[in-house]
Protein backbone atom coordinates (compact mmCIF):
# COMPACT_ATOMS: atom_id res chain seq x y z
CA UNK A 1 0.00 0.00 0.00
CA UNK A 2 1.12 3.68 -0.83
CA UNK A 3 -0.15 7.09 0.37
CA UNK A 4 -1.91 9.01 -1.77
CA UNK A 5 -1.18 12.52 -3.35
CA UNK A 6 -4.37 15.05 -3.35
CA UNK A 7 -3.50 18.23 -5.15
CA UNK A 8 -5.63 21.09 -3.86
CA UNK A 9 -5.39 24.11 -5.85
CA UNK A 10 -7.07 26.78 -7.95
CA UNK A 11 -8.16 26.56 -11.49
CA UNK A 12 -5.82 24.72 -13.66
CA UNK A 13 -2.71 24.91 -11.70
CA UNK A 14 -3.06 20.61 -10.32
CA UNK A 15 -3.96 19.76 -13.59
CA UNK A 16 -0.72 21.72 -15.25
CA UNK A 17 1.19 20.52 -13.16
CA UNK A 18 0.41 16.66 -13.14
CA UNK A 19 0.73 17.00 -16.73
CA UNK A 20 4.38 18.38 -16.11
CA UNK A 21 4.92 16.03 -13.82
CA UNK A 22 3.80 13.08 -16.33
CA UNK A 23 6.66 14.61 -18.92
CA UNK A 24 9.11 13.49 -16.19
CA UNK A 25 7.77 10.38 -15.37
CA UNK A 26 5.24 8.96 -17.74
CA UNK A 27 3.65 6.71 -15.10
CA UNK A 28 3.23 7.88 -12.03
CA UNK A 29 4.72 6.01 -8.74
CA UNK A 30 1.65 7.14 -6.54
CA UNK A 31 -2.03 7.54 -7.37
CA UNK A 32 -2.45 11.16 -7.95
CA UNK A 33 -5.41 13.13 -7.88
CA UNK A 34 -6.09 17.35 -8.18
CA UNK A 35 -9.25 19.46 -6.73
CA UNK A 36 -9.27 22.47 -8.25
CA UNK A 37 -11.13 25.21 -6.60
CA UNK A 38 -13.49 27.64 -9.24
CA UNK A 39 -13.32 31.44 -7.68
CA UNK A 40 -17.02 31.38 -7.12
CA UNK A 41 -16.96 27.44 -6.18
CA UNK A 42 -19.39 26.80 -2.67
CA UNK A 43 -17.24 25.51 -0.49
CA UNK A 44 -19.30 22.85 1.00
CA UNK A 45 -19.93 21.02 -2.12
CA UNK A 46 -16.22 21.61 -2.84
CA UNK A 47 -15.50 19.97 0.39
CA UNK A 48 -17.73 17.02 -0.51
CA UNK A 49 -16.29 16.03 -3.67
CA UNK A 50 -12.70 16.33 -2.04
CA UNK A 51 -13.39 13.90 0.60
CA UNK A 52 -15.25 11.48 -2.25
CA UNK A 53 -11.51 11.78 -3.89
CA UNK A 54 -9.58 11.64 -0.64
CA UNK A 55 -11.52 8.40 0.50
CA UNK A 56 -10.68 6.84 -3.35
CA UNK A 57 -6.84 7.73 -2.78
CA UNK A 58 -6.54 6.25 0.89
CA UNK A 59 -5.81 2.93 0.57
CA UNK A 60 -4.71 2.34 4.37
CA UNK A 61 -1.50 4.68 4.80
CA UNK A 62 -2.86 7.96 4.52
CA UNK A 63 -2.94 10.96 2.20
CA UNK A 64 -1.12 13.85 1.09
CA UNK A 65 -2.41 17.28 0.27
CA UNK A 66 -0.34 19.49 -1.56
CA UNK A 67 -2.13 22.47 -1.56
CA UNK A 68 -0.90 25.88 -3.70
CA UNK A 69 -1.61 28.75 -1.16
CA UNK A 70 -1.89 28.16 2.54
CA UNK A 71 -4.86 29.74 4.14
CA UNK A 72 -6.63 30.12 0.45
CA UNK A 73 -10.00 28.09 0.04
CA UNK A 74 -8.07 25.06 -1.79
CA UNK A 75 -5.79 25.05 1.26
CA UNK A 76 -8.58 25.08 3.68
CA UNK A 77 -11.30 22.39 2.20
CA UNK A 78 -7.99 20.21 2.03
CA UNK A 79 -7.66 20.76 5.56
CA UNK A 80 -11.26 20.13 6.70
CA UNK A 81 -10.60 16.77 5.72
CA UNK A 82 -9.50 15.43 8.38
CA UNK A 83 -12.74 16.05 10.49
CA UNK A 84 -14.41 13.85 8.40
CA UNK A 85 -12.49 10.62 8.92
CA UNK A 86 -9.40 11.06 6.54
CA UNK A 87 -5.56 11.04 7.43
CA UNK A 88 -4.07 13.24 5.74
CA UNK A 89 -0.76 15.40 6.51
CA UNK A 90 -1.30 18.82 4.26
CA UNK A 91 2.07 20.95 2.57
CA UNK A 92 1.38 24.13 1.39
CA UNK A 93 3.28 26.15 -1.58
CA UNK A 94 3.13 23.48 -3.70
CA UNK A 95 5.63 23.42 -7.05
CA UNK A 96 6.71 21.22 -9.74
CA UNK A 97 9.98 20.33 -7.53
CA UNK A 98 7.49 19.00 -4.93
CA UNK A 99 5.78 16.60 -6.67
CA UNK A 100 8.51 15.55 -8.02
CA UNK A 101 10.24 14.57 -5.33
CA UNK A 102 7.00 13.09 -3.57
CA UNK A 103 6.88 10.77 -6.66
CA UNK A 104 10.54 9.58 -6.60
CA UNK A 105 9.82 8.54 -2.38
CA UNK A 106 6.61 6.62 -3.68
CA UNK A 107 7.57 4.29 -1.08
CA UNK A 108 8.01 6.52 2.36
CA UNK A 109 5.40 6.59 4.98
CA UNK A 110 2.97 9.55 5.19
CA UNK A 111 4.64 11.40 7.56
CA UNK A 112 7.93 11.21 6.52
CA UNK A 113 6.50 11.88 3.21
CA UNK A 114 5.24 15.20 4.02
CA UNK A 115 8.79 16.30 5.46
CA UNK A 116 10.10 15.06 1.84
CA UNK A 117 7.72 17.57 -0.09
CA UNK A 118 8.54 20.19 1.98
CA UNK A 119 11.99 19.76 1.24
CA UNK A 120 11.41 19.24 -2.20
CA UNK A 121 10.03 22.45 -2.74
CA UNK A 122 12.25 25.01 -1.00
CA UNK A 123 14.95 22.85 -2.79
CA UNK A 124 13.44 23.75 -6.31
CA UNK A 125 13.95 27.23 -5.53
CA UNK A 126 17.29 28.98 -7.29
CA UNK A 127 18.38 32.53 -7.25
CA UNK A 128 20.80 33.11 -9.88
CA UNK A 129 23.78 35.16 -8.22
CA UNK A 130 25.35 36.55 -11.90
Request: aromatic share 2%; net charge neutral; hydrophobic share 45%.
Amino acid sequence: MTVGVLLMTHESVGQALVKAARHVLPKLPLRVATVEVPARADPDVMRTLTAKHARELDQGEGVLVLADLYGATPCNIGLSLSAVGVRLRCVSGLNLPMLLRVLNYADKPLDELAEIAASGGRGGIFIDHA
